[in-house]
């Protein structure tokens, strides 16, 4: 019951849901006149069920379109949305598979339009799943910085924390390049505390 009350598909369907022409994300209302499309990217381990859970939540309320970086062995095929494998499971570390997935987020954000809205599904995995190096530093700077922080011992919120100054998405990064009209995160902490800034 207790991993059943957790599973990501579930939980996006009883946050997100469609009333006639309102979209209402927790709190959050959108009215579809306000957006001609919705936009879906994001990362983690639970990547796929969240896409699963958002899609089937919003039905046809509008035309739905975007990427996921996900681990091997937990994408499906979803109408509109690409579920990219973005590094092989069981290896939390970044890989040029999520490099080029993450390129593609961006291309995402940078496109979209006043009339677009991007919705963001953040999850557990997320960091390594979303490599968006900073100009200078290389995806192999950032895999042994990674390593050398592990094998010191650094937790998740010591390993996020210097992630997210090392990328170009995470720390507000793809709020920066959204040129949506509107950005909604969803997200599912797998960090003590649920601090946003380091999930």
Same mark, same amino acid.
């Not at 946050?15 to 006639?20: E, Q, S």
């Given at each position: 019951?207790?991993?059943? *009350?957790?599973? *990501?598909?579930?939980?996006?369907?009883? $946050? /997100?849901?469609?009333?006639?022409?309102q979209?209402?994300?927790?709190?959050?209302?959108?009215?579809?006149? %306000?957006? %001609?499309?919705v936009?879906v990217?994001?990362? #983690?381990?639970?990547?796929?069920? =969240? !896409?699963?859970?958002?899609?089937?939540?919003?039905? &046809?309320? @509008?035309?739905?379109?975007?990427?996921?970086? /996900?681990?091997? #062995? $937990?994408?499906?095929t979803?109408?509109?949305?690409?579920?990219?494998?973005?590094?092989?499971a069981?290896?939390?570390?970044?890989?040029?598979?999520g490099? *080029? #997935?993450?390129?593609?987020? =961006?291309?995402?954000?940078? &496109?979209?339009g006043?009339?677009?809205?991007?919705? +963001?599904?953040?999850?557990?995995?997320g960091?390594?799943?979303?490599?968006?190096?900073k100009?200078?530093?290389?995806?192999?700077?950032?895999?042994? /910085?990674?390593?050398?922080?592990? *094998?010191? &011992? +650094?937790?998740?919120?010591?390993?996020?924390?210097?992630?997210?100054?090392?990328?170009?998405?995470?720390?507000?990064?793809?709020?920066?390049?959204?040129? !949506?009209? =509107?950005? /909604?995160?969803?997200?599912?902490? %797998?960090? @003590? &505390?649920?601090?946003?800034d380091?999930?």
């Open positions: 019951a207790g991993v059943d *009350a957790v599973r *990501a598909k579930p939980l996006v369907q009883r $946050t /997100v849901r469609v009333d006639r022409d979209l209402r994300i927790g709190e959050l209302t959108c009215s579809r006149t %306000d957006f %001609d499309r936009i990217v994001g990362a #983690g381990k639970a990547g796929t069920g =969240m !896409a699963q859970g958002l899609l089937e939540s919003i039905g &046809g309320w @509008l035309p739905i379109s975007g990427w996921i970086n /996900v681990p091997e #062995g $937990t994408e499906a979803l109408p509109g949305v690409h579920v990219h494998p973005a590094r092989p069981g290896v939390n570390e970044p890989t040029e598979q490099a *080029a #997935g993450a390129s593609e987020i =961006m291309k995402l954000a940078r &496109g979209a006043q009339r677009d809205l991007l919705i +963001a599904l953040i999850s557990g995995g960091s390594a799943l979303l490599p968006a190096p100009n200078g530093i290389t995806l192999q700077d950032k895999l042994e /910085v990674t390593r050398f922080l592990s *094998a010191a &011992g +650094a937790d998740i919120t010591e390993l996020n924390t210097v992630r997210k100054h090392l990328s170009q998405i995470k720390g507000g990064g793809l709020l920066r390049a959204c040129r !949506a009209g =509107m950005l /909604v995160t969803l997200v599912l902490s %797998d960090v @003590l &505390g649920d601090p946003l380091l999930i």
